[in-house]
């Protein structure tokens, strides 16, 4: 049957309007696959560059420590981490808060394995786990036993929470937990207006005639609450035995001298500044004991006695010794001491009242 001109001219503009259709469609189609290759090439690429690195779970005040439990993992883009971070293995940070009795910082290879670095070499230790004894180390080569101590590792600047951890913003603190190592308490020494938990202090003994002593330095308060109050005098401080019979002397002396006055002090930076080294030199009886004080590490008493040897003359005999009134030493140190112990009674008290809820 003949086909209509017309219908033919109609029918070829459909085939080629379907034909153009269909081109159109390949091509956006293509362009969509092109698109989408781009796309995941570059998800693929982000994904390659995400990794884990440890953050803080909260705030952090500048030479406060950092422990394992204020850290958390989170997931960024590795171009935006400093190359110093701590990375996402917590055997890193934990190592790296260990060092050997030399002084001879543990670092951890890539490998996860632990060294020391010593006569520029690489002395590989090995961690002995045992259920039933202390964690002990011994070295890789000839199994010979290696005695480490842990070494708190404190922030350098006050950091915000989620902020990356960077090996660049902590600092191997000076203060080492040995076995002589106490929590005391005190509500004798007198507090700065604005002081906040956590803080670093040293305390001070001030005499009348304007000298000025440094009994304990570098020491990072606790604020004991009762029923979430803070108390208004009273702070804990973790100090070593020395310290405890320095601090006693310095606070019977304060009782003894009328006019003295024993005080605290802030760091403004307590990561990055040095701690201060102690001036106060207890008397001739409380340095005996100390001398004698089984507690007390070697390197402390060698230390007392040096200051001892140096300042006696300048501190204790034309100093501290001349201020103090021998008539009324005894009384004012007895009067003193009882006040301290009803205070300590008074904060008891209500400490107990608020774990019975009355």
Do not use: C
């Not at 990356?164 to 507090?191: G, K, P, W």
């Not at 973790?238 to 001298?257: F, G, P």
């Not at 040897?309 to 005894?330: C, L, P, S, V, Y």
């Amino acid at each position: 049957m003949a086909v209509n001109p017309m219908q033919k001219k109609a029918t070829t503009a459909a085939l080629i309007a379907v034909l153009v259709t269909l081109l159109i469609t390949g091509a956006v189609i293509a362009l969509l696959m092109m698109k989408v290759g781009n796309l995941n090439k570059q998800i693929a690429e982000k994904r390659a560059n995400l990794g884990k690195v440890f953050v803080l779970n909260s705030d952090v005040k500048s030479g406060q420590e950092i422990t394992s439990e204020m850290l958390k993992l989170q997931e960024v883009e590795m171009s935006t981490v400093p190359t110093s971070a701590v990375g996402s293995i917590i055997s890193v940070f934990n190592n790296y808060r260990l060092e050997d009795v030399k002084g001879n910082i543990v670092f951890t290879d890539e490998n996860g394995r632990m060294y020391i670095q010593e006569n520029n070499q690489k002395k590989y230790i090995v961690k002995n786990e045992d259920d039933y004894k202390k964690t002990s180390y011994y070295y890789e080569e000839n199994k010979q036993p290696v005695e480490l101590n842990t070494v708190p590792l404190v922030a350098k600047v006050a950091l915000k929470k989620n902020t990356v951890l960077t090996f660049d913003l902590i600092a191997r603190s000076n203060d080492r937990v040995t076995d002589d190592v106490r929590i005391q308490e005190y509500n004798v020494v007198q507090l700065p207006t604005q002081i906040a938990d956590k803080e670093f202090i040293d305390i001070r003994l001030r005499l009348p005639n304007g000298s000025d002593y440094i009994v304990v330095s570098h020491k990072q308060i606790e604020l004991p609450q009762i029923d979430g109050v803070e108390t208004e005098d009273t702070i804990w401080l973790k100090l070593s035995e020395d310290e405890i019979l320095m601090m006693s002397s310095a606070i019977v002396e304060s009782y003894m001298v009328k006019g003295s006055k024993l005080y605290a002090t802030r760091y403004v930076e307590a990561g990055t500044q040095e701690a201060a080294t102690p001036t106060y030199l207890p008397n001739a009886d409380v340095t005996l004991l100390m001398e004698k004080d089984p507690n007390i590490i070697q390197v402390a008493k060698n230390e007392l006695f040096n200051r001892y040897i140096n300042t006696k003359e300048t501190i204790r005999t034309n100093g501290i010794d001349k201020q103090i009134d021998q008539k009324t030493a005894i009384s004012n140190a007895t009067s003193g001491t009882s006040e301290e112990i009803k205070k300590t009674q008074e904060q008891r008290k209500k400490y107990l009242q608020t774990l019975g809820g009355n």
